[in-house]
Nanobody, 121 residues
Framework: QVQLVESGGGLVQAGGSLRLSCAAS????????MGWFRQAPGKEREFVAT????????YYADSVKGRFTISRDNAKNTVYLQMNSLKPEDTAVYYC??????????????WGRGTQVTVSS
């Protein structure tokens, strides 16, 4: 069983940047696709970005494309989400997750507890 712990959330003004980290423990994640998802108040959890096990391919929601970058360091068992040009609509709890395939987001089955990101206007 892998444990995922997110960090790096906080309060930032619109136009600012944050970098989220997801540290994995319990086992290696080097064979897993990894992803970031978010849930805003009163809304369903939604896909943000995923990355293949080797980092070669990344996928993004249209709403964050060009502003967010997902990356991973398998040697450190860590995944990152660099968020630039943040908007108030990016406000949400951000979750890290592990799964078998970067293109099958419904297959992600290990989840962190989330980190709050709040973007003020």
């Amino acid at each position: 069983q892998v444990q995922l712990v997110e960090s790096g959330g906080g309060l930032v003004q619109a136009g600012g940047s944050l970098r989220l980290s997801c540290a994995a423990s319990g086992r290696t994640i080097r064979t897993n696709a990894m992803g970031w998802f978010r849930q805003a108040p009163g809304k369903e959890r939604e896909f943000v970005a995923t990355i293949t096990w080797n980092g070669y391919f990344t996928y993004y929601a249209d709403s964050v494309k060009g502003r967010f970058t997902i990356s991973r360091d398998n040697a450190k068992n860590t995944v990152y989400l660099q968020m630039n040009s943040l908007k108030p609509e990016d406000t949400a709890v951000y979750y890290c997750a592990a799964g078998p395939s970067a293109t099958q987001t419904d297959g992600f089955d290990s989840w962190g507890r989330g980190t709050q990101v709040t973007v003020s206007s």
